[in-house]
């Protein structure tokens, strides 16, 4: 019987891939987009303020409600946060990738992917929580800084309204830090990949055409690697958007998307509206990932 249905299998290739394909796509579109649509319906609701009751008939007040100022600074913080942590990953990761793709050799290579990644086996929430002691005021950081005398530059940087806070781990520059250490490894990684695929005869051919060190890096390697930037700039840009742990735990009262939707949805219970809110990530990750396409991307991956 075994035989038979091995056969019978093995001579239709077209039901072997659906059977393999057709679970995860089922439960993609039904968990997944089905979810989206939800959103997406109930956002075009709205809450009676007397009743407190969703009124499900369509319209678009509730949209109207996110062009208030409030909301429109918590889209405008949570991007420019996203966009600041993405440059910042960019810059960090390239050196190091750099190095990994054209120098490390091959043991050395292999210590460094773990290391890269060793972070991501750890639980988001402890890594969280560990930047939220080392930024405290009691904390391992202040304490380094007090050992040089430079508290009174932290206390400085803290006093800038849009940044700081009354300590780093209360703080948008807390934030920042937070994110860009646990978004690294998925910057770091897609331009590693793009960097080796990078072929070597390029160089020598640049070299050979009298073009030094910088101009090479500058007309052939960062043109070919720019890919796999904007690959890693998905993850670390649609991640800082949407992230929800970090403001909670490291930032102060002004509020980001995620927030906002928790907020919205749980205390206030005003669920259009949080669906609302949540659509915007949306779009912006949408826009986003279209530029990223025609930059070619994709193929970094």
Known sequence: MLNRASTYLY????????????????????VYLGSLIALLVNSFFYLEEFTGLVVRQFTFRTYLQLSS?????????????????????????????????????PRSKTFLYIAVTLPLWSSYLVRVYAWKLILAKEGIFSWFLNLFGLQGILDWILSIPAIGGSSLSLSPIGMFIAFCYIWLPYMIVPIQTALERVPKSLLEASSDLGANAAQTFRNVILPLAFPGVVAGSIFTFSLTLGDFIVPQSLGNSRFFIGQAVYSYQGTAGNIPLAAAMTMGPVVIMIAYLVIARKLGAFDAL
Not at 70 to 98: E, W
């Open 11 to 30: 001579q239709r290739p077209k039901l072997i891939l659906a059977l393999l394909l057709g679970p995860p796509l089922l439960y993609f579109l039904v």
């Open 69 to 105: 100022p409030t909301n429109l600074g918590i889209f405008g913080r949570t991007a420019g946060m996203a966009m600041a942590v993405t440059i910042a990953d960019a810059i960090i990761a390239f050196p190091l990738a750099y190095y990994i793709a054209r120098y490390a050799s």
